[in-house]
T-cell receptor, first 117, second 118 residues
Framework: EAQVTQNPRYLITVTGKKLTVTCSQN?????MSWYRQDPGLGLRQIYYSMNVEVTDKGDVPEGYKVSRKEKRNFPLILESPSPNQTSLYFC????????????????FGPGTRLTVT | AQTVTQSQPEMSVQEAETVTLSCTYD???????LFWYKQPPSRQMILVIR??????QNATENRFSVNFQKAAKSFSLKISDSQLGDTAMYFC???????????????FGQGTILTVHP
């Protein structure tokens, strides 16, 4: 089954304790990204990756790191979490378009609810 | 930068009736993609419908259809014969075309909570 998986699904942690949220896809997608969802703000992109070893900042990258050492995995790292990073996090993946005007559907993971106290 | 605005924080509708959710966006691009996503209480993001800006015909998917007004930068979602399972948060989203910078990034609106009453 084609899917994007995230772990953990729920996490409560304390300020300053480093954590990693994993994301994995089994569809051989080049493009992967992370979003955070906050009430009244919709989803905002944190980081994205166009392929292995190619990553770039999205709209809200402060306080986050990512890596893309394998095509299927795109972990999100919070080196020193703070309460303002309490949010719902989504990983998404897609093919890099179909050429020209090609459009590939983005597949979302199930979400990770993070609480930083 | 693109912005997407959903001006209706909450909407409600009776089962079997029709409801329209509003979305406006701002962009200087001529070609782009627009989407409606559904987020039920399970939090899963589900693609409902998509529209390519270069296509004049409005997209339809079963009970879901859009009214795409490119000049007005408006992209509303109409749900016909509403069902209890349609109860969810609905997000409007914008994406730039392949080949440009920030391709693949979805810019989302704030969301509209839709409740379908029996």
């Amino acid at each position: 089954e084609a899917q994007v998986t995230q772990n953990p699904r729920y996490l409560i942690t304390v300020t300053g304790k480093k954590l990693t949220v994993t994301c994995s896809q089994n569809m051989n997608h080049e493009y992967m990204s992370w979003y955070r969802q906050d009430p009244g703000l919709g989803l905002r992109q944190i980081y994205y990756s166009m392929n292995v070893e190619v990553t770039d900042k999205g709209d809200v990258p402060e306080g986050y790191k990512v890596s893309r050492k394998e095509k299927r995995n795109f972990p999100l790292i919070l080196e020193s979490p703070s309460p303002n990073q309490t949010s719902l996090y989504f990983c998404a993946s897609s093919l890099l378009g179909g050429g020209g005007r090609g459009l590939s559907e983005q597949y979302f993971g199930p979400g990770t609810r993070l609480t930083v106290t | 930068a693109q912005t997407v605005t959903q001006s209706q924080p909450e909407m409600s509708v009776q089962e079997a009736e029709t409801v329209t959710l509003s979305c406006t966006y701002d962009t200087s691009e001529n070609n782009y993609y627009l989407f409606w996503y559904k987020q039920p209480p399970s939090r899963q993001m589900i693609l409902v419908i998509r529209q390519e800006a270069y296509k004049q015909q409005n997209a339809t998917e079963n009970r879901f259809s859009v009214n795409f007004q490119k000049a007005a930068k408006s992209f509303s979602l109409k749900i016909s014969d509403s069902q209890l399972g349609d109860t969810a948060m609905y997000f409007c989203a914008f994406m730039k075309p392949f080949g440009g910078t920030s391709y693949g990034k979805l810019t989302f609106g704030q969301g509209t909570i839709l409740t379908v009453h029996p």
